[in-house]
Structures are given as structure tokens and as C-alpha cells.
């Protein structure tokens, strides 16, 4: 969905640096979630934030922090990358006035750690 | 716990044959149920999505789902492949918005393979 915006697209980092993986949305949604994809294993949970002041962790957060810096921006940050964190990250949104809470996904950032 | 099983990883059709891609949930409560498309090196696309009321949902591209409650499934169809709907499908189970969490729960997709 173009209203949601994802950079970098691609990242290859190595093992121990900090990378930080940023989401904007132009949608006007108060709801922002991370996730992560693996082949084979769908779509995991990493973070979700209902606010500005409000962060939740997921099922998967370990290794990873985030940041809600404005309603229109969420940003995930790994602080010392490690290879298995090599995945396909999506970021997503919905409005909590939205009573089937339906989630709209940014295109992905493709991180490879080596 | 909510659960989503798709039991086909990979399915091949010819275009212009007919498709269902399988969807089985468990959920403790109504459940609100979604279809999302990932075509190569994009993200996700809302197919449809199911809530309330009739039990036969339609979506964009062609593509409808059927709630089946007393089966929990919920089964993507679309009578005419076309070569661009190669992609992965993802079924998803939430449930009603209660101003916490609705957690959204993921199959693992199936790789739909469309052959001329």
C-alpha cells in the first residue's frame, strides 16, 4: 500500500552493528506494528504501538526495540544485529476506530545480516 | 490460542482453471478472517475479509471466501486463474477490536504457481 512507506527497501549489514529500519504512514492511522517474515513460518509479531505513548511487545522482540517518534512514524531498531535476524520486515498499520481492526502493510525491507 | 492452518505450502494451476486455497482457524470467539496477497518483492494486499453478516465475501481481483463456521474454514476461491495471480496467500484470524490488542495471527501461506 503506497500510503505506507518503508526505507531502507534493502540492507545488508554485519553481524553487531545497530541497524534501524524506518516505517511512515500518510494514512492517519493510530495503530503501527512491526513484523518479521520467514519462509515457511508466515508472518511474526515483533512490536505494535496503539499510540504515540503506548508500546507493546510481540511475540519476537527479543533483539529488537522500537520507537514511535509521531502517530505517522514507527521506526524498529536492531542494536546488535545478528545473522538469524535475516528476514523480511513489514511494518502495518490500522485505525482503532476501525472495529475489524484491519491491518495495511508497508512493501518490506529486506535486511540480511552476515 | 488463536491458530491458522493452510495445509497446501504449494499449489500449481493452469491459467484460466478454477482455485481454492485452503484456510482452517481456531479462535475462542467470533473471529474476523482475512485473505492478504503478496506478489514477489511486494508487501501485502487486503483480499477481503470477513466479519459479520453473509458468509460468502467477495474481494478484489476476482476473489471470494467462504465463512464456514461449523467447519472453521475460511476458503479463497476464484473460478478463472490468471497468470498475475502468482503469488503467496496469507489467511489471518483476529478478533472484535476492544480497544486492546487484536492480534492478528498468520498462516504460514500458500504458494500459488500459475502455469500457460
Known amino acids: 500500500d503506497a500510503d505506507v512507506t518503508q526505507t531502507p527497501r534493502n540492507r545488508i549489514t554485519k553481524t553487531g552493528k545497530r541497524i534501524m529500519l524506518e516505517c511512515s504512514q500518510t494514512k492517519g492511522h493510530d495503530r503501527m506494528y512491526w513484523y518479521r517474515q520467514d519462509p515457511g513460518l508466515g508472518l511474526r509479531l515483533i512490536y505494535y504501538?496503539?499510540?504515540?505513548?503506548?508500546?507493546n511487545k510481540g511475540e519476537i522482540s527479543d533483539g529488537y526495540s522500537v520507537s514511535r517518534q509521531a502517530q505517522a512514524k514507527f521506526s524498529l531498531s536492531l542494536e546488535s544485529a545478528i545473522p538469524n535476524q535475516t528476514a523480511l520486515y513489514f511494518c502495518?498499520?490500522?485505525?482503532?476506530?476501525?472495529?475489524?481492526?484491519?491491518?495495511?502493510f508497508g512493501p518490506g525491507t529486506r535486511l540480511t545480516v552476515l | 490460542a488463536q491458530s491458522v492452518t493452510q495445509p497446501d505450502i504449494h499449489i500449481t494451476v493452469s491459467e484460466g482453471a478454477s482455485l481454492e486455497l485452503r484456510c482452517n482457524y481456531s479462535y475462542g470467539a467470533t473471529p474476523y478472517l482475512f485473505w492478504y496477497v503478496q506478489s514477489p518483492g511486494q508487501g501485502l494486499q487486503l483480499l477481503l475479509k470477513y466479519f459479520s453478516g453473509d458468509t460468502l465475501v467477495q474481494g478484489i481481483k476476482g476473489f471470494e471466501a467462504e465463512f464456514k463456521r461449523s467447519q472453521s474454514s475460511f476458503n479463497l476461491r476464484k473460478p478463472s486463474v490468471h497468470w498475475s495471480d502468482a503469488a503467496e496467500y496469507f489467511c489471518?484470524?483476529?478478533?472484535?477490536?476492544?480497544?486492546?490488542?487484536?492480534?492478528?495471527?498468520f498462516g504460514t501461506g500458500t504458494r500459488l504457481q500459475v502455469t500457460l
Open positions: 504501538s496503539f499510540d504515540v505513548k503506548d508500546i
Open positions: 502495518a498499520t490500522s485505525d482503532s476506530r476501525d472495529f475489524t481492526d484491519t491491518q495495511y
Open positions: 489471518a484470524v483476529g478478533g472484535i477490536n476492544t480497544g486492546t490488542a487484536s492480534k492478528l495471527t
